[in-house]
């Protein structure tokens, strides 16, 4: 919005998002409309879209950023909670990004950003339901980018690492005593902040990333080559190594 566009923003709790719309516009002097829509229901979805369509005549961005997520362990996660995080974030790209091109995108080109994560990269513990779900985004990303290149449409997606301030590392960063020795440990130190998320998403939507589709941008400071991903540690049980020695 700071540099130019009018925003949707959307999310099951239009409370949620008609509170940020009114920070956003303060904040920008852009307009923003606060729409409510559950991903997994593609009826909510056109009838957002429609809405939006209707204020503003066109669409030109995409950000898929719905995520559901927790820290569990494989043998704890019941099926609905893996195939409710799958329906969330894989599904869920899938139903906003068909409807967007049908509605819009087929005929006038556009920019898809899916937010995925490293999660998958060594198969972080404690997350195989939105690894999984995510690594299937990535899949999408280059699905999308091979069958709708010739429609205009460039997508790609954008890994974040662990962001201050977010929900996402308030839930998911474990515990926080130990995110300043894990964080000082990865390569670049420190966490990541919103603004340098901002900037990479500014990156992938505008004309700097003209010849850039089917791509994963990651932005995690190098933290997954570092990451503590020890399962047994992780679950606090030290002693596991010496006693197999
Ligand atoms: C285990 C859980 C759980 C938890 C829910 N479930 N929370 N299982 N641990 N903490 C199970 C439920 O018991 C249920 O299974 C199933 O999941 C569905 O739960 P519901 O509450 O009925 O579903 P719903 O309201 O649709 O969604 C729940 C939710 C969602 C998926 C947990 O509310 C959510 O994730 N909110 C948080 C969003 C968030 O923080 N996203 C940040 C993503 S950032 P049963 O079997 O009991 O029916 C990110 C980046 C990663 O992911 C990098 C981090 C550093």
Redesign the pocket.
Same mark, same amino acid.
């Given at each position: 919005m700071r540099h130019g566009c009018h925003t949707v923003i959307a999310s099951?709790n239009q409370q949620r998002v008609s509170d940020a719309a009114k920070k956003l516009v303060a904040a920008t002097g852009q307009q923003c409309l606060a729409l409510s829509l559950?991903v &997994?229901e593609p009826q909510t979805i056109t009838a957002a879209i429609d809405k939006a369509l209707k204020k503003f005549g066109k669409i030109d961005i995409l950000i898929n950023g719905a995520? #559901? !997520? =927790?820290?569990?362990a494989a043998s704890?996660?019941? =099926? !609905?909670?893996?195939?409710?995080?799958i329906?969330?974030?894989t599904v869920g790209t899938f139903n906003v990004s068909k409807i967007m091109f049908e509605k819009y995108f087929q005929d006038h080109g556009g920019v898809i950003i899916n937010?995925t994560?490293?999660?998958d990269y060594r198969g972080?513990a404690f997350?195989v339901h939105?690894g999984t779900a995510?690594a299937a985004v990535d899949a999408m990303t280059r699905h999308l980018a091979v069958e709708w290149g010739h429609n205009n449409i460039r997508v790609n997606s954008l890994a974040? +690492?662990?962001?201050s301030g977010?929900? #996402?590392? &308030?839930?998911? +960063?474990g515990h926080q005593p130990n995110w300043d020795r894990n964080i000082l440990r990865s390569p670049l130190q420190r966490m990541g902040n919103k603004t340098e998320i901002a900037h990479a998403a500014l990156f992938l939507a505008s004309p700097l990333a003209s010849y850039v589709t089917g791509t994963v941008l990651v932005v995690d400071g190098g933290s997954w080559l570092t990451n503590a991903n020890d399962y047994m540690k992780l679950l606090g049980i030290d002693t596991y190594y010496p006693s197999k020695l």
């Open positions: 099951r559950d &997994r995520a #559901g !997520n =927790f820290l569990c704890s996660l019941s =099926f !609905n909670a893996y195939k409710t995080v329906d969330i974030d937010l994560a490293t999660l972080q997350q939105a995510k974040p +690492g662990p962001i977010t929900e #996402g590392m &308030r839930r998911l +960063g």
